[in-house]
């Protein structure tokens, strides 16, 4: 594996240039920042995270909406990094702490589980990307207990991507797309960033050989002047996608424009339960009607983070006031979280 590794790391050196390559999931940059990836490329290859995590890209609103169902007497029950992520006036953990019954799950098929009482309602926040998201349309689709319902935090990849490119903040050159969202989604909705606006990008996997090779394969598509959508986790990702979760996905959700954490608006960016579905969504069933707000500290800079413009260390908070066990921004909260990783891992390059 040295071997192979120097030899990609070579090949890299070799036809070097300037170039900055964006990858967007929580997984690669976990892998980057452990193996120490940015110290390995030479200095003109910049590699940068975007909004990867899942958690942290969920806005104070949907943390609120939550705050206000538990309220409602509501039982809440999500993921256990969901519970730090701040909303606009305190977070779920706070909530719990103050008396409101709120339970971490490993999964949507967990909180139905909860729905037994049929005198209490539970709500599932699912949040998540095009990876999880067919996990709880199955459910929905398979049938739930009149007292289970979901609050849809789902989101997806491509818009946030042509946002952007879109926007021209970031600067970015290449993209290292996420492995987990493409054995979903397949490779074809990249196709556009190639097409209209001469992006190379490579699906990449999650050990230290594929973040390499994936870099490689994007600088020889720049040396030879292509801009494709190259695929090196074949062994996971196909062109088409899962088209079983793809046509429950379209089965249960509809797709609507929302802000991400750090992002204005983004056009056609969540998923939202359908009408034939409302049963079980929680935003329709309890008359959920919460305003977008503040969502960060005062000198948190989750937001430039989240869209690449911004690195950990660039935060007066980070490692000082803000730590893994005292998280300010929703980016330390998660071990997905950019700022999470790089105070586990150290500083980037």
Known sequence: MKNLSREIIKRIEDIAQPVKIM??????????????????????????AGPGCPVCCVPAREVDECLELVRK??????????????????????????????RVVYGVKNAVEM??????EVVFMSAGFETTAPTTA?????????????????????????????????????????????TIIGTHPY???????????????????????????????????KALVQNEYQRAVREEGNLKAQKLLEEVFYIKTREWRGFPDIPDS??????????????????????????????????PILRGVAR????????????PINP???????????CNIAYRYGSFK
């Open 270 to 303: 969540v998923y939202e339960v359908r009408d034939e579905f409302s049963h079980y969504n929680a935003r329709e069933k309890f008359d959920l009607h919460v305003e977008p707000s503040p969502e960060v500290a005062i000198g948190c800079i989750c937001g």
């Open 73 to 102: 007497g509501v039982t809440i029950a999500t993921f256990g990094d969901m519970l730090r992520v701040p909303g606009s006036n305190g977070s779920l953990a706070e909530a719990k702490a103050e008396g409101a019954d709120v």
């Open 328 to 338: 300010i921004g929703a980016c330390m909260v998660s071990k997905e979280g950019t």
């Open 138 to 182: 199955s459910e929905l689709v398979s049938g739930c207990p009149e007292n289970f319902s979901i609050l849809s935090c789902h989101r997806l990849i491509p818009p946030a991507l042509q946002f952007l490119i879109e926007s021209g903040e970031v600067n970015l050159n290449a993209l290292i797309e996420p492995g987990h969202v493409s």
């Open 23 to 48: 990858h967007v999931c929580g997984s690669h940059e976990h892998t980057i920042m452990q193996h120490g990836i940015r110290s390995l490329l030479p200095s003109e290859v910049e590699v940068v």
């Open 115 to 120: 729905a037994q009482n049929p005198d209490q």
């Open 312 to 323: 950990p260390e660039d935060c007066n908070l980070f490692k000082e006031q803000c730590t």
């Open 191 to 225: 196709d556009i960033f190639s097409e209209k606006y001469g992006i190379p990008q490579v699906v990449a996997g999650f050990n230290p050989l594929d973040v390499l090779m994936s870099v490689y394969m994007i600088l020889k598509q720049i040396h030879e002047g």
